[in-house]
């Protein structure tokens, strides 16, 4: 396992770039892509293969992007 990565060095939104979906920086593959390509299997080695321009703290940035966009949502409980 890595250590911590800071995501706001690796992810960016930017409007001229994918309407601005946040975006792994210097690229135009947007974080929901590889969320949804770890979430239906793939391996960190899968995505390095496939797209050769990121980097193995791209992926953990996207996680970390992901952790970070919901820690703050409330949750309400369903009265029963």
Request: proline share 4%; net charge negative; hydrophobic share 45%.
């Given at each position: 396992?890595?250590?911590?990565?800071?995501?706001?060095?690796?992810?960016?939104?930017?409007?001229?770039?994918?309407?601005?979906?946040?975006?792994?920086?210097?690229?135009?593959?947007?974080?929901?892509?590889?969320?949804?390509?770890?979430?239906?299997?793939?391996?960190?080695?899968?995505?390095?293969?496939?797209?050769?321009?990121?980097?193995?703290?791209?992926?953990y940035?996207?996680?970390?992007?992901?952790?970070?966009?919901?820690?703050?949502?409330?949750?309400?409980?369903?009265?029963?």
């Amino acid at each position: 396992m890595t250590a911590m990565v800071d995501w706001t060095l690796y992810i960016q939104s930017n409007p001229k770039v994918l309407y601005g979906k946040p975006i792994i920086k210097n690229t135009r593959i947007s974080v929901d892509l590889i969320l949804e390509k770890l979430a239906v299997g793939d391996k960190f080695d899968d995505l390095l293969d496939a797209y050769p321009n990121i980097t193995e703290k791209d992926i953990y940035a996207c996680l970390m992007f992901a952790a970070f966009s919901i820690k703050n949502e409330i949750v309400y409980s369903i009265a029963s």
